[in-house]
């Protein structure tokens, strides 16, 4: 599957990290969130930190980057999403 195709999706067959890259891509935080905090992966803590990251809670991004394995992002937040979305379709 292609971002654009990602993207392009109703996002039903999504679960976790995804599932909740494909929510913060249409602006649903609050639902995000709640399926990146309850994603105990490292992909889970990755979208975690893009999300805290995304709301401007850049100390708790640092935490949630850390926990994921990650250096800490400062970028373009779209970019960064991107960037997530296709490293986990590729996983």
Do not use: C
């Amino acid at each position: 599957m292609t971002l654009t195709e990602f993207a392009a999706s109703d996002g039903q067959s999504y679960r976790g990290a995804l599932r909740a890259l494909w929510l913060a891509g249409r602006g649903d935080w609050g639902p995000a969130h709640e399926i990146a905090q309850a994603d105990d992966s490292r992909e889970g803590a990755w979208v975690h930190a893009y999300l805290h990251r995304m709301e401007g809670d850049a100390a708790n991004a640092g935490y949630w980057y850390r926990r994921a394995g990650r250096p800490a992002q400062t970028g373009n937040l779209h970019a960064e999403w991107e960037a997530i979305v296709e490293e986990l379709l590729r996983g």
